[in-house]
């Protein structure tokens, strides 16, 4: 038992440098500088790079703050920096931190408080028991993402097929839903849809 601590701690310890020698590395850049690099990563075949997704994001989030209560620029600088983090060093080598890092670098880096939780926030709720959003941009940015992915997948015909479904897209559904009874919103889906047109 005692061999076996000692090993684990050597990898634990080797792996908490590395998240140190790369969460410094990423702070040398501006969070928006790290967005950049998503031009480079491609979302879904047929459905533009990560940035064109951010930027969809971000403009959606505008359009559905003013429903949830949520600061105009606020929401849209959130879903235009939620996927920055995807391109840091710390999330390539922790994908489990996505939204975390991209909250730590945004508030370390002078971007209002809200912002910086939106980001973290526009992740949940991850699964069927997890925490909502508890901010109104959080929400916006949220909602704007799982509209996003709905419609786009949708319209190139990538739908879950029995239990396969691949691209979560149940999961975005059901948030999506979750989302929009703990805001108390009433809004007709086809409406909300209407906006990522």
């Given at each position: 038992a005692?061999l076996?601590a000692?090993?684990?701690?050597k990898?634990l310890a080797?792996r908490?440098?590395?998240?140190?020698?790369?969460?410094?590395?990423d702070?040398k850049q501006q969070?928006a500088?790290?967005?950049?690099?998503?031009?480079?990563?491609?979302?879904i075949?047929?459905?533009?790079?990560?940035a064109?997704?951010a930027?969809r994001i971000?403009?959606?989030a505008?359009?559905l703050?003013?429903?949830l209560?949520s600061?105009?620029d606020i929401?849209?600088?959130a879903g235009?920096l939620?996927?920055?983090?995807?391109?840091?060093?710390?999330?390539g080598e922790?994908?489990?931190?996505q939204?975390?890092v991209?909250?730590l670098l945004?508030?370390?880096?002078g971007q209002p408080?809200?912002?910086?939780?939106a980001?973290e926030?526009h992740y949940l709720?991850?699964?069927?028991t997890?925490?909502?959003?508890t901010?109104?941009a959080g929400r916006a940015?949220a909602?704007?993402?799982?509209?996003?992915?709905?419609?786009?997948c949708?319209?190139?015909?990538?739908?879950?097929?029995?239990s396969?479904?691949?691209?979560g897209l149940r999961?975005?559904?059901?948030g999506?839903?979750?989302?929009l009874?703990?805001a108390?919103?009433r809004?007709?889906?086809?409406e909300?849809?209407?906006?990522s047109?």
């Amino acid at each position: 038992a005692a061999l076996i601590a000692q090993g684990n701690t050597k990898v634990l310890a080797a792996r908490f440098h590395d998240a140190k020698f790369f969460y410094a590395e990423d702070r040398k850049q501006q969070l928006a500088d790290h967005g950049k690099a998503l031009e480079g990563m491609r979302w879904i075949r047929g459905g533009g790079t990560m940035a064109d997704k951010a930027r969809r994001i971000g403009d959606l989030a505008a359009s559905l703050s003013g429903l949830l209560g949520s600061d105009v620029d606020i929401a849209r600088t959130a879903g235009q920096l939620c996927k920055a983090d995807l391109a840091t060093q710390m999330v390539g080598e922790f994908p489990e931190l996505q939204g975390h890092v991209g909250q730590l670098l945004a508030a370390q880096q002078g971007q209002p408080e809200a912002v910086a939780l939106a980001i973290e926030e526009h992740y949940l709720p991850r699964h069927a028991t997890d925490q909502l959003p508890t901010s109104a941009a959080g929400r916006a940015t949220a909602l704007a993402d799982r509209i996003d992915t709905l419609t786009g997948c949708f319209s190139l015909g990538l739908k879950p097929k029995g239990s396969a479904d691949p691209l979560g897209l149940r999961r975005s559904a059901n948030g999506l839903l979750s989302i929009l009874r703990s805001a108390g919103v009433r809004t007709p889906l086809a409406e909300l849809w209407s906006l990522s047109e």
